[in-house]
């Protein structure tokens, strides 16, 4: 048996990911710009780990699909971050974030507009919603600042 756990736009106070990369860019640059019309589900290293405790708990099996509830753009993700870094005294130089287009911002990955994922299998399996995406963030900002 075996469980598969798909998440997306994972971040945590380790390795690199968005949040931190927002954190380091808006400690070198006065203005940021950032994609605003793709839209999904942050998802917490912390809330995912529990995640997959509590499957373990309930020994599942199967595809489960989890993510921080509620959904945002990265451009208003990336204004969170900033401005919730700012709030803990991380050093933020950043004056502003602006929203950008997809089409003004090249990669060569595709990524689609709307990645949020339906996490209701697993939130009925563990009679819980999982935690909010500000609430998580708020959390992980707080661990990485009282590192430093």
Do not use: C
């Not at 499957?55 to 204004?79: C, P, Q, R, V």
């Not at 950043?94 to 709307?114: D, F, H, M």
């Amino acid at each position: 048996s075996a469980v598969i756990l798909r998440t997306s736009w994972v971040y945590g106070a380790h390795g690199n990911n968005f949040v931190k990369t927002m954190l380091r860019l808006a400690s070198d640059r006065e203005e940021l710009k950032v994609v605003s019309d793709q839209y999904g589900s942050p998802s917490w290293v912390g809330d995912i780990a529990q995640a997959i405790f509590r499957l373990m708990e309930k020994e599942a099996e199967g595809l489960y699909h989890f993510s921080n509830s509620g959904e945002i753009s990265w451009f208003d993700f990336a204004t969170e971050v900033v401005s919730r870094g700012k709030a803990l005294g991380m050093p933020i130089v950043a004056k502003s974030v602006l929203p950008i287009s997809t089409e003004e911002y090249p990669t060569a990955a595709v990524r689609p507009q709307y990645s949020v994922l339906d996490s209701g299998k697993i939130g009925r399996l563990l009679a819980e919603d999982a935690p909010r995406w500000d609430d998580s963030l708020e959390k992980m900002l707080k661990e990485l600042s009282s590192k430093k």
